[in-house]
Nanobody, 114 residues
Framework: VQLQASGGGLVQAGGSLRLSCAAS????????MAWYRQAPGKQRELVAT???????AYEDSVKGRFTIARDNAKNTMYLQMSSLKPEDTAVYYC?????????WGQGTLVTVSS
């Protein structure tokens, strides 16, 4: 499975961005998906997950601001980010996983200026 993340960029605090993650595989609908991020000098952290059935979960600091979604017809996952804060600045990675495998995209940089 190949994953292609896009949609990152520079935005002012309080602004919004939508990230996309396009998957190459027809098995997309059967995979759990997630967004991770890694800020400079910090470990990669889980931001949001969406199961193959559409159940979602969020890291506490993004609850109410970020929304994860998937479109199985387009083999694409999204992360709608609103009310962005400087501390959201990071490289955002998309992840796909089954019971025995993990797949990673190349990352897209989000920079939030104060």
């Amino acid at each position: 499975v190949q994953l292609q993340a896009s949609g990152g960029g520079l935005v002012q605090a309080g602004g919004s961005l939508r990230l996309s993650c396009a998957a190459s595989a027809s098995i997309f609908s059967s995979l759990g998906m997630a967004w991770y991020r890694q800020a400079p000098g910090k470990q990669r952290e889980l931001v949001a997950t969406i199961s193959s059935h559409g159940s979602t979960a969020y890291e506490d600091s993004v609850k109410g601001r970020f929304t994860i979604a998937r479109d199985n017809a387009k083999n694409t996952m999204y992360l709608q980010m609103s009310s962005l804060k400087p501390e959201d600045t990071a490289v955002y990675y998309c992840n796909a996983h089954s019971w025995d495998r993990q797949y990673w995209g190349q990352g897209t940089l989000v920079t939030v200026s104060s």
